[in-house]
Nanobody, 126 residues
Framework: QVQLLESGGGSVAAGGSLRLSCVASGINYKRNCVGWFRQVPGKDREGVAAIYTGVGGTHYASSVQGRFTISQDAAKNTVYLQMNSLKLDDTGMYYC???????????????????WGQGTQVTVSS
């Protein structure tokens, strides 16, 4: 059974940084793509960043380009999201997702992902 566990969320002042981690367990397949998504109440879940784990290619939402960095430690089955220069609009519940054996052409679309973590809250205040 695939499980994803996010950590690293918290409260931070605007301009600050946080590093989220997503540790996977129960993986018995070659991973293709892992993504980070965020959601605020009343809005759709949006893709923030994704990494194609085999080749290391990355994708970012335009709203976080240049501020967020997604990376992986394959040996630890862990994907990170380094978030710098945080803004008020970055507030939300952040979810890690794994596409399973599927190779998603649209890495920032939540519909492409099979497995989800429970989320970690990020709150940015002024």
């Amino acid at each position: 059974q695939v499980q994803l566990l996010e950590s690293g969320g918290g409260s931070v002042a605007a301009g600050g940084s946080l590093r989220l981690s997503c540790v996977a367990s129960g993986i018995n397949y070659k991973r293709n793509c892992v993504g980070w998504f965020r959601q605020v109440p009343g809005k759709d879940r949006e893709g923030v960043a994704a990494i194609y784990t085999g080749v290391g290619g990355t994708h970012y939402a335009s709203s976080v380009q240049g501020r967020f960095t997604i990376s992986q430690d394959a040996a630890k089955n862990t994907v990170y999201l380094q978030m710098n220069s945080l803004k008020l609009d970055d507030t939300g519940m952040y979810y890690c997702a794994d596409a399973g054996t599927y190779y998603p052409p649209r890495a920032l679309s939540p519909w492409e992902y099979a497995y989800w973590g429970q989320g970690t809250q990020v709150t940015v205040s002024s």
